[in-house]
């Protein structure tokens, strides 16, 4: 089994930086590749970003590309999320997840084996 945790939501103004990070135990050589989610209060699950594990590939969904970064720390088994130029329409909770597959364009929540358990972030205007 694999547990994954993921912090560093807050509240942010518009324009402002957020860092979020997911930390993995246990079985953390069954899984290959991380991504972030994000769902807003009514609306469904959404793909944010990804990255292979052992090879770093990144994959961003359009509307965070150039302004979010995915990154990862393997030695210490932590995702991070760097999020800049935040906007209202990116208030969502946040959720890491992993993958057994191993790559980077996975961008459907049913492709994902394990998640955390969510990280609220909220940008005002």
């Known amino acids: 089994q694999v547990q994954l945790v993921d912090s560093g939501g807050g509240l942010v103004q518009s324009g402002g930086s957020l860092r979020l990070s997911c930390a993995a135990s246990?079985?953390?050589?069954?899984?290959?590749?991380m991504g972030w989610f994000r769902q807003a209060p009514g609306k469904e699950r959404e793909f944010v970003a990804a990255?292979?594990?052992?090879?770093?590939?990144?994959y961003y969904a359009d509307y965070v590309r150039g302004r979010f970064t995915i990154s990862k720390a393997s030695a210490v088994n932590t995702g991070y999320l760097q999020m800049n130029s935040l906007k209202p329409e990116d208030t969502a909770v946040y959720y890491c997840?992993?993958?057994?597959?191993?790559?980077?364009?996975?961008?459907?929540?049913?492709?994902?084996?394990?998640w955390g358990q969510g990280t609220q972030v909220t940008v005002s205007s």
């Open positions: 997840a992993a993958s057994i597959r191993y790559l980077p364009q996975l961008q459907r929540s049913g492709e994902y084996d394990y």
């Open positions: 246990g079985r953390t050589d069954s899984w290959y590749t």
């Open positions: 990255i292979t594990w052992s090879g770093g590939q990144p």
